[in-house]
Nanobody
Framework: QVQLVESGGGLVQPGGSLRLSCAAS????????MGWYRQAPGKQREQREL??????????NYAGSVKGRFTISRDNAKNTVYLQMNSLKPEDTAAYYC????????????????WGQGTQVTVSS
């Protein structure tokens, strides 16, 4: 098993910044891709959307709505992934979930697929 612990959410004004962190522990050798998803208010778990992810080799992938504003990075030695969020907008308000995945592809997910508990990000004046 892999445990994911997130931190860094909170309330911020529009245009502000936040940095999310997610530390993985346990069977971390199973992990290839780490990323962040978000679930907007009123949406179901199945409607979580990818914000950004990063492979163990450093290949990144971003949702179009956050390109140029958010930056994902990873410290493989610490098994930690970060999401730097700048120029935040009210529509970025959501619960943000860390994900760690690896093993064989089992579309649409992977053999190993772990989720954190989520951290709330609220963008409001």
């Amino acid at each position: 098993q892999v445990q994911l612990v997130e931190s860094g959410g909170g309330l911020v004004q529009p245009g502000g910044s936040l940095r999310l962190s997610c530390a993985a522990s346990g069977s971390t050798s199973r992990i290839n891709i780490m990323g962040w998803y978000r679930q907007a208010p009123g949406k179901q778990r199945e409607q979580r959307e990818l914000v950004a992810d990063i492979s163990s080799g450093g290949i990144t992938n971003y949702a179009g709505s956050v390109k140029g504003r958010f930056t994902i990075s990873r410290d493989n030695a610490k098994n930690t992934v970060y999401l730097q969020m700048n120029s935040l907008k009210p529509e970025d308000t959501a619960a943000y979930y860390c994900n760690a995945a690896g093993g064989r592809p089992l579309p649409p997910r992977y053999e190993y697929d772990y989720w954190g508990q989520g951290t709330q990000v609220t963008v409001s004046s």
